[in-house]
């Protein structure tokens, strides 16, 4: 299975940016399709953004819809998160997660067989 590896994380004022990266370690992510969690204390893991692995379909949650971006590298070794105009609301730790079939929602825990550890994203008001 593939293994991830998220970094970019940090503290930031409301209004700041982060850009967040995931990582491969050893191989392409060409035939993932991957996807940004992330989970604030006390919560439930939520979906954030999505990314079909030919790169021509995107997903976002409401709640981050014209806010954050995810895209991948040409080489597509590496998924990134940007995320603008970051509010409280947004901190969290943010997992990135990779799938290589189309069993399931893409925004399910359950559809995704590979994570990454974290990172931590910290807005202050």
């Known amino acids: 299975q593939v293994q991830l590896v998220e970094s970019g994380g940090g503290l930031v004022p409301a209004g700041g940016s982060l850009r967040l990266s995931c990582a491969a370690s050893?191989?392409?992510?060409?035939?993932?399709?991957m996807a940004w969690f992330r989970q604030a204390p006390g919560k439930e893991r939520e979906f954030v953004a999505y990314?079909?692995?030919?790169?021509?379909?995107?997903r976002y949650a409401d709640s981050v819809k014209g806010r954050f971006t995810i895209s991948r590298d040409n080489a597509k070794t590496t998924v990134f998160l940007q995320m603008n105009s970051l509010k409280p609301e947004d901190t969290a730790v943010y997992y990135c997660?990779?799938?290589?079939?189309?069993?399931?929602?893409?925004?399910?825990?359950?559809?995704?067989?590979?994570w990454g550890q974290g990172t931590q994203v910290t807005v202050s008001s």
């Open positions: 050893g191989r392409s992510l060409s035939t993932y399709s």
């Open positions: 997660a990779a799938r290589s079939d189309y069993i399931g929602g893409y925004e399910y825990t359950s559809s995704y067989g590979a």
């Open positions: 990314i079909q692995w030919s790169s021509s379909n995107t």
